[in-house]
């Protein structure tokens, strides 16, 4: 088969492929927030709390004794 | 799967190194064999031209000067056929520039003379009545740097397969011979005492003479080379 | 459970806060030279042959992108980093000597930059003239920072890595990738035994060398005038206004799009060239689509002052920063516009060109760093910004400076591309050459100018740092939001 008809299809399902993931991408920013999974918005305060006591929106010690239990 | 990647640095980096690395494959890979083929009749630059042409780099010409004509009638009218792909396989670096303070000097060669470039390069207002270049007088004082040009072409043959010391078209003759050392610079001063009268000037012709090569006269024999 | 004792440690960025001031000054301070230069010949030969236009235009641009960014690039993050993880470059003495090490290292190697384009070693493409030797010290620092990136991120206390944070780490591997590509060279001296042992030859030829030049060229702006200015800015702006980011999702979102797009758009700068035409295309096809990301971060900026604009009046800081963000909007859709390829037959090789960087330069990466510096300015040395009607003085002054700049050079750009072009009656060429350069004077001392009102407030920066450093008004607790500032 011709080189250049494979390359081109080839390019036509990677950019179908790419817009699935932006999609995705979108929605699951959206519903995770929806759900109550996950609040994206909060991290926005990682600028404005930053002082070196202040506490930490997401502490790496407080989600390590959330997954040992 | 998103809000995993966000966590981890490592595989985070991973992802947007994948990102963003993609369109250099995309676009630059494909087509590298071919960018690099020269077209009929493209020869290497001999001892003299390269060392001109390191000239023109060291006081980096490029930063007012193209050499890259596009196909409109506009540019073709002014400077000549327009620059096809094939002609700069052995320019490394490419010397296209990105603005033309000045003119394009691609085909430069076809229509002026080393004497108007040593006019011109000596003083320019002279020559061009209202122009903004300023004068390059160092240049016809200083000393041309053979040797290192003689490496670049040794490097270039050596790691790149440039042709030098071969027959390029097929004619049964050596196209641009380099041979040794002292072999090259014979040919070098004797094509600069060339280039040298042909500018008009004694005292470039005296410091020819004496085995010194200034690099006013490798820039010349560079840019006459421009076709 | 933490010890109190412990603060943040800015030793570091207090360094890289001044060589940004200092390179600053010399890169822009050739930059007004050159620039008058083009409009007065005669100041090409004030020292001989180093003061040559084209030898000191490598030297501005390399002064102005690697000296002046970079450092303002790296003061904010040896700041920034350690804010938003939570964390004190003091609490790890490994870290902290790798921090000052990239410091020196860098500072040696911006100043053998100086001196070796001074003396005529250059590779001759565009950022990236350095020869080999400096190119290597260049990649040991990178390496140190990435370092530093890491290993502070290793160490952290904040799980979830603030945006901010997204745009460093874009930053150091982009660079990362494109410098080590692009600068792929041989040294003639060790192949060959003879000649300088500085000379080296590009690993491309022409096409290809192009080709991969303008790959990087193109995304040295993108990673060293975007990204890390994007970076300070999601910092910074919320936290002297003491609102937080508008959409915290607009802003992931932006990033991916602006990760993904930018690197296509190099082709843009081949237009016309001898590079394959469908190159050509993608590179002008996604240029016009990088108004997306480019303005969705840009509008997340402006929104993110939604309802607090009176900030605007009262707070210069704000106001550099507001303007920066507009300024940012602007470039980008000028820059699709001169990659529409009628538009780039005309524009190509014109003044119209630095005239667009240069709206970026210095009103988008220019202001947000001089903004973020005297944010952090107080909190470095515990004093109010010594002067509120000079930082008002500095910015009136340099905005003009600006809008001269960029007026000038559109008018220049454009009439010179048409008079290129323009034919007489009977299809002949109407003007030659030289009269497309002379008309342009009264353009390039119009711009002269604006750089000079521009490098004027640097001066003024310079002394307004200083004297908070020195003589301001102590202050008792670190600011939490809006600087404090005297009179």
Sequence with gaps: ?69 | MFSWLEKNPFFFAVGVFIVIAFAGLVEIVPDFAQQSRPVAGAKPYDLLKLAGRNVYIKDSCNACHSQLIRPFKSETDRYGMYSLNGEYAYDRPFLWGSKRTGPDLHRVGNYRTSDWHANHMWDPISVVPGSIMPAYKHMFTNETDLETAYAEAVTVKKVFNVPYDKDIDGDGKIDVPLGSFEEAKERALKEALKVAEETKREDLVQMVKSGKIPEIVALIAYLNGLK | MQNPAIEYDYTVAKWFSYLAILFGIIGMGVGVWIAFELAFPELNYVAGEYTLFSRLRPLHTNAVAFGFTLSGIFATWYYVGQRVLKVSMAESKFLMAVGKLHFWLYFITILLAVVTLLTRYTTSKEYAQLEWPIDILVVIWWVLWGISIFGLIGIRREKTLYISLWYYIATFLGVAMLYLFNNMEVPTYFVAGMGDIMHSVSMYAGTNDAMVQWWYGHNAVAFVFTVPIIAMIYYYLPKESGQPVYSYKLSLLSFWGLMFVYLWAGGHHLIYSTVPDWMQTMGSVFSVILILPSWGSALNMLLTMKGEWGQLKENPLIKFMVLASTFYMLSTLEGPIQSIKSVNALAHFTDWIPGHVHDGTLGWVGFMIIAAIMHMAPRFYKREIYSKKLLEMQFWLQTTGIVLYFSSMWIAGITQGMMWRAVDQYGNLAYSFIDTVTVLHPYYTLRGIGGLFYFIGLFMWAYNFYKTMTAAKQIEKEPAFATPMAG
Excluded: C, W
């Excluded at chain 1, 494979?6 to 699935?20: E, N």
């Excluded at chain 1, 929605?27 to 709390?49: F, M, P, T, V």
């Excluded at chain 1, 407080?62 to 997954?67: I, L």
């Design chain 1, 1 to 69: 088969m011709d080189p250049k008809f494979i390359q081109g299809v080839l390019y036509l399902v990677f950019i179908i492929f790419l817009t699935f993931i932006l999609y995705g991408y979108i929605i699951h920013l959206y519903r995770s927030e929806k759900k109550g999974e996950k609040d994206y918005e909060k991290y926005g305060k990682l600028a404005l709390d930053d002082e070196l006591t202040s506490k930490p929106v997401e502490g790496i010690e407080e989600e390590n004794k959330k997954e040992s239990k």
